[in-house]
């Protein structure tokens, strides 16, 4: 897989825009902020094929990545961003059950949280999706900004997510950060395992 030749293919909002092709998707979701686009920038080394803000709700349409033609990275918008219209959460749930409940090339979701923060009520919905929508796969959490903890913070707070999530021996915690690229390996190995 040849990481320099990754390009945004489709920014879709309903699932006729997805693409038409049967190449295997991993997608990443998670609520506004927490660095869904920031890690796939990270993972392709590029500093802005996905664009970062500070401004939450900056993705609000599924963004695919096409990587060599191999794989797709499929940025989820956010959820849990204040500034939202009822009719924009309500398209946003509309959007994410299309593609999470009916996404054959989906292939492995990954959840995003702040490894800083105990996960809200939303985070915990988003994993009860994940588990019902696609009950033959592990779980895989991703827990973000582990640059902003020490090391024994942050050894607390993947016990705490473990709990709060209720992660089984099944799932997978994967600490990681933008900053020290700490995880960056193993989403590529888990990646690399899904799709051999
Ligand atoms: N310190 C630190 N900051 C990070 C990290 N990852 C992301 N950020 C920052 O967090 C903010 C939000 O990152 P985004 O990648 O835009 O978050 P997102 O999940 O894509 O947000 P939406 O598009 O709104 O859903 C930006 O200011 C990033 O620079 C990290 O590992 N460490
Ligand atoms: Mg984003």
Partial sequence: MNLNKADITVSAVKKEQYPKTIIPEFAFAGRSNVGKSSMIN???NRKSLARVSGTPGKTITINFYNIDDTIFLVDLP??????????????WGDMMGDYLNQRAQLKQVM?????????????????????????????????????????????ENLEMLERELDLTENDILVPFSTKTDEGKITVWDMINMIIE
């Fill in 42 to 44: 990270k993972l392709l």
């Fill in 78 to 91: 956010g959820y849990g961003y204040a500034k939202r219209s009822k009719k924009e959460i309500e398209s």
């Fill in 111 to 155: 959840l995003l949280v702040d490894s800083r923060h105990k996960p809200s009520e939303e985070d915990k919905m988003m994993i009860e999706w994940i588990r019902t929508a696609r009950p033959e796969d592990s779980v895989i959490v991703i827990a973000t900004k582990t640059d902003k903890l020490n090391k024994r913070e942050l050894k």
